[in-house]
């Protein structure tokens, strides 16, 4: 009796302990979006140094002594514990694995290097001289192979980076997934392009969209996100330079931008964030700081916004129950502009955009097998960084079908790599393969969901992912979550099929 005390009793200090950890990192969230939202220009260097000192705070209650005896208390009291606990005491094990082997030193470099890097990388893409990056990039794939050696890895280093944003993924994985995406998506886009091509050509273009006023915008994407389910009680929406969501549980911020000429940006860009945001609201609170309440990967999380966003958003019903609402909001620029053409503007491609981020749904993909395939290269040493431009322009050429003029339209218009956030990119176009299953497996367990969205109500398709995604936290990886809720192996066809009945006519 007494020994079962002891242990319940270390497993409620555990849980704690990560509650504590896990208010330093909202705390640390907070001032990020803050950075970003509020921040007065000249308060840059005073937050830079809350942010180092709460980073502090934050790694030495995530590699305490005290956290490590409490663990092995739990463990070797683990067959007590039930199920779930067992969960959340591996999960909270393998943080505290990874924060403790990697020196403060490294920690720090890399806060240092990722700081200067980021500031080196916008002024190299502002000047199109991939030659003043390119160190800093050296010196971050360095950093990412010591890590890799300190944390151990899978096959390769490059499972490493995968695995910080998808738990459980590996890089052989990935690049068996994408292998058969693109064998099947180079060609759809080809065709699609040429489709695109001789509209333009007959003056079929999408429909130019000026003079949107911008509270009317701010007031629309507010209503349309709340229809949607997001709780502005318990979050907001605010104005950044790129669209984020941070925070989760019962404080959840939404960013957008707003351009009087791009009402569909505001819109998208909103609706995007959202679906973050609604699988952040939907996680389970009572275990907020453990493995069972935070999202399962980034894959996952991108799916859920990819899903509002596209599934969702850019299909016939959802603009048939807008439109009055679109209309009512913005008579001036709308007169004379028909239905079929709004739906249209929503759902245009563009043939040899260079740009990942104002891709569409059907070329953004393309743009992630190519960093992809170079991330690949860089880790397994096959790829110098020096040829790192080249071999992106020859990619984009056999991916995009175009190459790029200078190296701000290529190789250096991310900003992930100044950041050594390698493994990321993935991540979005696995979500969207997820997010068309889900939409596919929907479909078919709720029937009529098309007429829902025409009636402007989403409550069935938010019910259905909050009991079969969100509640679920990170008990699962990408592949399991996505065979047990649709049945089916996580792979691109659901996403093919999508496009192809989307974008294919
Ligand atoms: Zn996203």
């Known amino acids: 009796m007494e020994t079962d005390q002891a242990k319940s009793f270390a497993y409620g200090e555990l849980l704690a302990r990560l509650r504590r950890i896990h208010v330093l990192g909202s705390v640390a969230g907070l001032l990020g979006w803050d950075e970003q939202v509020n921040l007065p220009q000249g308060a840059a260097a005073r937050r830079g140094e809350q942010m180092a000192l709460l980073a502090e705070l934050a790694h030495a209650e995530g590699t305490a002594a005290g956290l490590g005896a409490v663990l092995a208390a739990c463990e070797a009291g683990g067959a007590e514990l039930d199920a779930e606990a ?6 909270a094990r393998r943080d505290y694995e990874r924060a403790t082997r990697l020196p403060t030193e490294l920690v720090a470099e890399k806060a240092r290097l990722s700081s200067e890097a980021y500031h080196a990388w916008a002024a190299a893409r502002a000047a199109r001289d991939f030659g003043a990056f390119a160190p800093f990039l050296e010196k971050h794939l360095a950093l990412a192979r010591r890590e890799a050696e300190l944390l151990g890895y899978g096959e390769r280093p490059y499972d490493l980076a995968i695995d910080r944003h998808d738990p459980g993924l590996t890089a052989a994985q990935v690049d068996a997934l994408f292998t058969r995406l693109r064998a099947g998506l180079v060609p759809l886009a080809r ?8 509209a333009l050509a007959r003056g079929e273009g999408p429909v130019a969209l000026r003079g949107f006023d911008v509270e009317a915008q701010r007031r629309l994407v507010r209503a349309v996100t709340a229809r949607l389910g997001f709780d502005y009680e318990r979050g907001r929406l605010d104005v950044s330079l790129h669209p984020f969501c941070e925070g989760s549980g019962d404080d959840v911020r939404l960013t957008t931008r707003f351009d009087a000429d791009q009402p ?4 998208y860009s ?4 959202a679906g973050h945001g609604l699988y952040e609201q939907g996680l389970p609170a009572a275990y907020a700081g453990t493995v069972l309440g935070v ?3 980034m894959a996952v999380h991108e799916s859920q916004s990819r899903l509002w966003e596209n599934q969702v ?3 016939r019903a959802f603009w048939r129950g807008l439109e009055p609402e679109f209309r009512a ?3 001036g620029p709308l007169a004379g502009i028909s239905g079929d053409a709004l739906h249209a503007a929503a759902n245009a491609v563009e043939p040899g955009g260079l740009i990942r981020v104002d891709a569409d749904e059907v070329h953004y993909n393309l743009h992630i097998l190519l960093r992809f395939e170079l991330e690949k290269r860089l880790f397994a040493g096959e790829l110098a960084v020096a040829d790192l431009p080249a071999a992106w322009d020859d990619l984009s050429e056999e991916l995009l079908g175009r190459r790029p003029e200078h190296a701000g339209e290529g190789v250096l218009q ?14 979005y176009t696995l979500g969207n393969m997820i997010a068309a299953q889900l939409w596919t497996a929907a479909q078919a367990r709720l029937p009529g969901l098309e007429e829902d969205f025409s009636r402007g109500e989403f409550g069935r398709l938010l019910g259905w992912l909050r009991r079969e995604v969100h509640a679920h936290g990170r008990r699962e990886d990408a592949f399991a979550l996505t065979r047990r809720v649709t049945g089916a192996e996580l792979g691109p066809e659901a996403l093919l099929a999508y496009l192809e009945q989307r974008y294919g006519g």
């Open 295 to 297: 999202a399962a990967g």
């Open 270 to 273: 909103s609706i995007h964030e």
């Open 313 to 315: 958003a850019r299909s």
């Open 414 to 427: 991310d900003v992930h790599w100044s950041g050594g956030a390698f493994g990321y990119f993935p991540s």
């Open 264 to 267: 569909l940006d505001a819109l």
């Open 86 to 91: 067992r969960l959340v005491v591996a999960g």
């Open 329 to 331: 909001a913005f008579p």
């Open 191 to 198: 065709r699609i392009d040429a489709a695109a091509s001789e």
